[in-house]
């Protein structure tokens, strides 16, 4: 069964850093343009980062630009989200996608999600 792990999520207070992982189960994405969602309680699934299946392009949501970055490692087959500076608005579950598509990545109709990770941000 192909599933995409997502890791480290926790509770943080305000101005800290957390940094999520997601792996892949059962395949290899290293040919896939990944991305990460977040819900918070109560609203839409959101998106908040892209990085297409090379490594050499990524996209951001406005609110994350300048605090989160995204990258690719382990020969591209996990991504990573390097979370600084947290607010208590980025609170929510993280959710990692896949798909052959750049664009794709950055909707709800990508491929491939995980179960989510839980981030919590303390003001």
């Known amino acids: 069964q192909v599933q995409l792990v997502e890791s480290g999520g926790g509770l943080v207070q305000a101005g800290g850093s957390l940094r999520l992982s997601c792996a892949p189960s059962?395949?290899?994405?290293?040919?896939?343009?990944m991305g990460w969602f977040r819900q918070a309680p109560g609203k839409e699934r959101e998106f908040v980062a892209a990085i297409s299946w090379s490594g050499n392009n990524t996209y951001y949501e406005d609110s994350v630009k300048g605090r989160f970055t995204i990258s690719r490692e382990g020969a591209k087959n996990t991504v990573s989200l390097q979370m600084n500076t947290l607010k208590p608005e980025d609170t929510g579950v993280y959710y990692c996608?896949?798909?052959?598509?750049?664009?794709?990545?950055?909707?709800?109709?990508?491929?491939?999600w995980g179960q989510g990770t839980q981030v919590t941000v303390s003001s």
């Open positions: 059962g395949r290899t994405f290293s040919d896939y343009a």
């Open positions: 996608n896949a798909d052959h598509n750049f664009i794709a990545s950055m909707t709800l109709g990508a491929d491939y």
